[in-house]
């Protein structure tokens, strides 16, 4: 195998962890929106929710979300936010 199949291959695979990190993520703007009176989350009550809509295995503990949050705050400030007292948030437009 040479390096641009292997580079092709890598690209497509799906990391356990991404699988993870997509479903906290979609579960956290899902709330954000169903939600859209609560300006910011605090990471129990994001945890809460994932309890009670995670599908599959791999249930993420509360420690592993607020890692995936972080990530997404410090990966795309456009979206999510983090306030030091009040928790994360989803930027959206306001519109659905």
């Known amino acids: 195998m040479d390096k641009i199949e292997r580079r092709r291959k890598l690209k497509e695979m799906i990391l356990p962890t991404e699988r993870v990190r997509q479903q906290v993520l979609e579960i956290f703007q899902e709330l954000a929106v169903a939600k859209k009176h609560i300006p ?12 009670e809509l995670w ?3 791999d249930k993420p503990t509360i420690d592993d979300i607020e890692f995936y949050l972080e990530q997404a705050v410090f990966n795309n400030s456009n979206e ?3 306030h030091p007292s009040y928790g994360y948030r989803y930027l959206y437009n306001r519109d659905h």
């Open 80 to 82: 999510y936010k983090k």
């Open 40 to 51: 910011y989350f605090l990471v129990a009550e994001v945890a809460f929710v994932v309890d």
């Open 55 to 57: 599908e599959g295995d």
